[in-house]
Every structure is written in structure tokens, then in C-alpha cells.
């Protein structure tokens, strides 16, 4: 014998809170993916300002090696 259960029917308000209780998780997890692409945009720019940042010291900057036992010194170009 199978049994069956009977749920009480949503009333209009039940349905209304629950719909604006989705709707509020939406729109909270559209501001999440929208924060994590400004995150991602931003660490890529960061990324890219360090590679140039790096390269441009690389270029400014040449190690020599001297003819005096001293060491070795910096030059800039």
C-alpha cells in the first residue's frame, strides 16, 4: 500500500517570498562573477606591469665583469 502525502498549497505570499528570496541569490551570485572577472582583469594587469617592469630593468641595467680582483660591478646603460 503506497502512501501518499498532501502538501498544503503555496499561498500567493509564500510564492512571492520565495521568489524574492531566488531573486536575491541571483543577483548576489551575478555581483560575485562579475567581482571575479574585475579580480582576474586586475591580476593580469598586474602581471603584465610586472613582465614590462622587469624587462625594462633587465635593459637599464648590464653586469660587467672587471679586470680588478674586486668583484664585479654595475653599469647602467
Known amino acids: 500500500m503506497a502512501t ?3 502538501l498544503p ?3 500567493s505570499a509564500e510564492r512571492n ?3 524574492a528570496a531566488d531573486d536575491i541569490r541571483r543577483r548576489a551570485l551575478e555581483r560575485l ?3 571575479r572577472e574585475t579580480v582576474r582583469t586586475l591580476i593580469a594587469a598586474l602581471e603584465s606591469y610586472q613582465r614590462s617592469r ?3 630593468l ?3 641595467i648590464s653586469l660587467t665583469y672587471p679586470s680588478s ?3 664585479f660591478s654595475l653599469s647602467r646603460t
Open 4 to 6: 501518499t502525502i498532501i
Open 9 to 11: 498549497p503555496v499561498t
Open 17 to 19: 517570498r520565495l521568489l
Open 33 to 35: 562573477y562579475e567581482r
Open 54 to 56: 622587469e624587462t625594462r
Open 58 to 60: 633587465a635593459q637599464c
Open 69 to 71: 680582483p674586486s668583484g
